[in-house]
């Protein structure tokens, strides 16, 4: 079977130094300077204050069902016109055109594998819970585990966990907090947000993509696990054979952000074919 390259330890250069939009790799998630920094931190003091065990678990009775409205993929894709995220310190455009930014960058590099090329298109797709009156920061920006103690590496960590109830929680304050050891990832309860949410609309719509696609969604914006090697104490085997999945995505997810945007009505003819192919017709969600 094919396995994706590894992405690059950080702080280490791949041979692509440069992404599409020209700009040095150094220079994406910077999180000390930069215009949209000011929001970009209000988004996460507001999620890390919030993002308790009990608020996921809410967000979770309240989603999981999948019973908020029905709409195709494509028409999901499309409220995206309407959404900026504001935890993202790279882009300023909406956010459906960096779906076919990341969808087409996989296609380019990736031409054999159009359940890929869907994923790119899909993996942001959750955040239309902004569209559905949730806050941005109970839906975009980076995850992290609920229930254990905070890593160095999730963003703003030392600035922004002050408010939050469940790090005054000894239950919570340990590396593995209320989970075991080496339990999984899938039984970790991961801060409320598009990926999840993304991953519960696939499941209960039965998309017939491969499982690591599932595993990419659910965990791309992992960014203290997947790029800084954090968590690893919770992880399974299962979870390191992902991992190299979730980096490929990682890869054209973060990389191929650029101002130039690409021409959707010439490229939605041939994503809606892939649509129809894995994930059809008026889904749930």
Not at 75 to 94: G, T
Not at 139 to 161: L, R
Not at 206 to 221: D, N, V
Not at 227 to 254: A, I, Q, S
Request: glycine letters at 6%.
């Amino acid at each position: 079977p094919f396995l994706p390259q590894e992405a690059a330890p950080p702080g280490e250069q791949r041979p692509e130094a440069e992404a599409v939009s020209g700009k040095a790799k150094s220079e994406y998630r910077n999180y000390t300077q930069g215009q949209l920094l000011d929001r970009v931190y209000s988004t996460y003091l507001l999620m890390h204050t919030h993002q308790t065990v009990d608020f996921v678990r809410r967000k979770h009775a309240e989603y999981g069902p999948c019973s908020l409205r029905q709409m195709s993929a494509m028409q999901a894709l499309e409220l995206l016109d309407e959404l900026v995220d504001e935890s993202d310190p790279d882009v300023d455009f909406p956010n459906s055109f960096h779906a076919y930014q990341t969808a087409e960058g996989i296609r380019q590099a990736h031409p054999d594998r159009d359940w890929l090329h869907l994923v790119g298109l899909l993996h942001d797709l959750g955040k239309v819970l902004v569209l559905f009156g949730e806050p941005q920061w109970a839906v975009v920006g980076d995850t992290f585990p609920v229930g254990c103690k905070v890593q160095p590496s999730v963003v703003f960590s030392d600035s922004t966990f002050h408010n939050n109830p469940d790090t005054k929680n000894p239950l919570y304050s340990t590396e593995c907090g209320m989970y075991q050891p080496r339990c999984g990832l899938e039984n970790v309860l991961m801060s409320w947000g598009h990926d999840e949410y993304m991953y519960q609309v696939m499941k209960f719509n039965k998309f017939s993509l491969p499982k690591e696609a599932f595993y990419m969604i659910r965990f791309h914006s992992f960014y203290p696990w997947h790029t800084h090697g954090d968590y690893m104490h919770l992880c399974n085997e299962e979870d390191l054979r992902m991992l190299p999945w979730v980096k490929e995505l990682n890869k054209f997810d973060l990389y191929t952000k650029q101002e130039e945007l690409p021409d959707v009505q010439h490229l939605k003819g041939y994503y809606q074919s892939l649509i129809d192919k894995y994930c059809p017709g008026q889904l749930c969600w």
